[in-house]
């Protein structure tokens, strides 16, 4: 099945930086590739997501590359903000026949720092 | 719209007892799933209805867990001889037939003493 690493688990960063996260997945046939933040007490929500016959996307200061070849795909954050603290979660899945399960990372707590 | 709805929010059990945890879906959402998340963990796949159908159970953990979907809408997680182990976050996400994002509720934190 499929196993997804995401690195790092913690990161800090001063408000206005940059955070970056990363994750690498094993299944070359994962067309689907989301990213959540869960704030505490909170379910999962999606931020952001992409599909294998796409390099990259933005959506204002967040932004998700994608390389198949590699397997890996990460998710930056420019200027970030007290609210983004929060704890991010990279998932894939296959989206064709079957039960477009997610697999997920084990998560990143992003700290920002005012 | 309304999102995902979960009931309870919090449940604790004392072990062996039997829990039914409830997930609304968004209204429409012909896809259903269940995920268990452990403390400081990723959500961990448990099962997926389409409409009323169960096609892919293959996540629960064991027999003691058991979803059900009747009317393709509201759908029940039931956990029988509730074990120590069983403490987690159960998550609920629905998605639209022709999407493949999942939207997920707020999750049912059950504890088991």
Do not use: M
């Not at chain 2, 799933?33 to 448990?46: D, H, K, S, V």
């Not at chain 2, 009747?70 to 159960?90: C, F, H, M, N, W």
């Amino acid at each position: 099945g499929e196993n997804v690493e995401q690195h790092p688990s913690t990161l800090s960063v001063q408000e206005g930086d940059s955070a970056v996260i990363k994750c690498t997945y094993s299944d070359s046939a994962s067309n689907y590739f989301p990213w959540y933040k869960q704030e505490l007490g909170k379910g999962p929500q999606l931020i952001i997501d992409i599909r294998s016959n796409v390099g990259e996307k933005k959506d204002q200061r967040i932004a998700v590359t994608l390389n198949k070849t590699a397997k890996h795909f990460s998710l930056h954050i420019t200027e970030t903000q007290p609210e983004d603290s929060a704890v991010y979660f990279c998932a894939a899945s296959f989206n064709g026949a079957g039960s477009y399960q997610l697999t997920f990372g084990k998560g990143t707590k992003l700290s920002v720092i005012p | 719209g309304a999102g995902v709805s979960q009931s309870p929010r919090y449940k604790v059990a004392k072990r062996g007892q039997d829990v039914a945890l409830r997930c609304d879906p968004i209204s429409g959402h012909v896809s259903l799933f269940w995920y268990q998340q452990a403390l400081g963990q990723g959500p961990e796949f448990l099962t997926y209805f389409q409409n009323e159908a169960q096609l892919d159970k293959s996540g629960l953990p064991s027999d003691r867990f058991f979803a059900e979907r009747p009317e393709g809408s509201v759908s029940t997680l039931k956990i029988q001889r509730t074990q120590q182990e069983d403490s987690a976050v159960y998550l609920c996400a629905s998605r639209r037939t022709s999407g493949y994002e999942q939207y997920f509720g707020p999750g049912t934190r059950l504890t088991v003493t």
